[in-house]
């Protein structure tokens, strides 16, 4: 396909695709599906090598969120069965971390659930930042921790925080069929403001909620404006006792041509498969390895994941390798700012389709990830649509509600975390 050359092209020189390009990847026919992630595969390499980063999510603060968040299954109103507990003490939370760092995790996500952290919920994750580097030497730490208030975000980056998750989640346009309680550019101006302290900024999205191809483009383009270092890509969980419990609208094949694009559109970021990952990709999960170069090791925050040791054991098969404490996750042209670092449930609040996250302007002021745009460089390659395959989807599949197992042990239980 002429459409994957091109997309290799652009990838390698950190150029952005159009939308035609990006529609057309998600558009693909699942006979083309190989040459895809062989293409985006290339690009990943480029910029990553076979290096997989290992994170890990502890959830200090599970359930009774105020918001809305239709995905999420801590919002307001759910009747899914999860674990609720209020803000786990620093040492408790240090426990859980320290299984994620011996399990190979260089990155700690520390989740809360609710619209976003007091004065006083700040000092408490200051202290459990603290406690988590005391204990486990150069980890990175991450705060997802919802909508900031001015200074906030200063106060987690003294206190030692590396990096702030706040996603996007969907397109602008959708995002008030999603959640009424907050708006997108709330999210935006806190990933903004994690951002502007100096935070590495984390910020992704969710597929699967009933969304158009052009939502999912409109929301990678809208990342790839915001320039976060990171972009995790978490796939609807939908849980039974949530609104979006009906939505099993996702196919192993359909999620790689999602994470194909989301390369091709971020080239040189650190893309995260997240929440989602073992319920809808399945038995293709090291296909996966080929587009992203990170993934959350063990548990997410409301939900099961698969056994830690059945991950690493994937990346080993896969011929790929675990990203060591000393190797730095970003390219060279990108460490210290720009597109690349944390997440988790599908969800703001981290990887399970829980989520509190952020925005930008689609084509917006900064560059995003990946430096020039196609105003740089050469003329518009021939349109792609004829390269469109039609009716590529195969349409909904049937539900897999018994793949989705509600967390019940590690943080804010007495039973072993899954690392
Ligand atoms: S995503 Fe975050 S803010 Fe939204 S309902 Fe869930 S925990 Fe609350």
């Known amino acids: 396909m002429d459409l994957l050359s091109t997309l290799v092209e652009k990838g390698l020189r950190r150029e952005l695709p159009t939308r035609e390009e990006a529609l057309a990847v ?49 919002r307001l109103g759910s009747t899914a069965g999860i674990l609720k507990y209020t803000w786990l003490k620093p040492d408790e939370a240090s426990q859980a971390a320290a299984a994620g760092v011996a399990g190979g995790a260089k990155r700690v996500c520390l989740v809360a659930s609710g619209r976003g952290p007091t004065d006083r919920d700040v000092d408490r994750v200051s202290k459990t930042i603290a406690a988590i580097k005391e204990q486990n030497e150069g980890v990175e730490v991450c705060a997802c921790l919802g909508l900031l208030s001015q200074g906030q975000a200063e106060r987690l980056r003294d206190a030692g925080a590396d990096a702030y998750n706040h996603n996007l989640n969907t397109s602008e346009e959708t995002y008030g069929q999603i959640t ?25 999205l ?12 409109d929301v990678v383009f809208a990342l790839r404006g915001l320039d976060p270092d990171s972009v995790p890509v978490n796939f609807l969980i939908p849980f039974e006792g949530t609104p979006l419990a009906k939505e099993w609208n996702l196919t192993p ?50 939900s099961e994941g698969q056994a830690g040791q059945v991950d690493l054991d994937m990346i080993a098969d896969a011929g790929f390798e675990v990203e060591g404490a000393g190797t730095t996750t ?8 720009g597109c690349g670092s944390i997440c988790a449930d599908a969800g703001d609040h981290g990887a399970d389709s829980t989520g509190c996250g952020g ?24 349109p792609v649509a004829a390269e469109v395959a039609q009716g590529a989807e195969p349409g909904p599949r ?16 007495d039973l072993a975390p899954n690392a």
């Open 26 to 74: 998600l558009s693909s026919s699942d006979d083309d599906l190989l040459d895809v992630v062989a293409a985006a595969g290339r690009v990943r390499r480029q910029w990553f090598g076979r290096r997989v980063k290992l994170n890990y999510l502890v959830n200090l603060k599970s359930g009774l969120c105020p918001e809305d968040c239709s995905y999420c299954s801590q």
């Open 206 to 217: 969710i597929a699967g909620m009933g969304e158009s191809d052009k939502d999912l483009v």
């Open 398 to 413: 049937a539900p897999r509600t018994d793949l989705v197992t509600v967390r019940r042990r590690g943080a804010g239980t």
């Open 180 to 204: 009424t309680t907050h708006t997108y550019e709330d999210r935006v101006d806190t990933v903004q403001q994690a951002q502007a302290a100096g935070l590495s900024a984390c910020s992704g």
């Open 253 to 302: 094949q359909r999620c790689l041509r999602i994470l194909a694009m989301v390369r091709f559109v971020c080239p040189d970021v650190e893309v995260r498969l997240a929440g989602g990952r073992e319920v809808h990709l399945r038995s293709l999960q090291p296909l996966a390895l080929h587009l992203v170069n990170s993934i959350f090791l063990g548990d997410y925050l409301t």
């Open 330 to 337: 970003l390219p060279e042209h990108r460490a210290g700012g």
């Open 359 to 382: 925005t930008a302007q689609p084509g917006g002021a900064r560059a995003g990830c990946g430096e020039r745009s196609t105003a740089d460089t050469a003329p518009e390659p021939a």
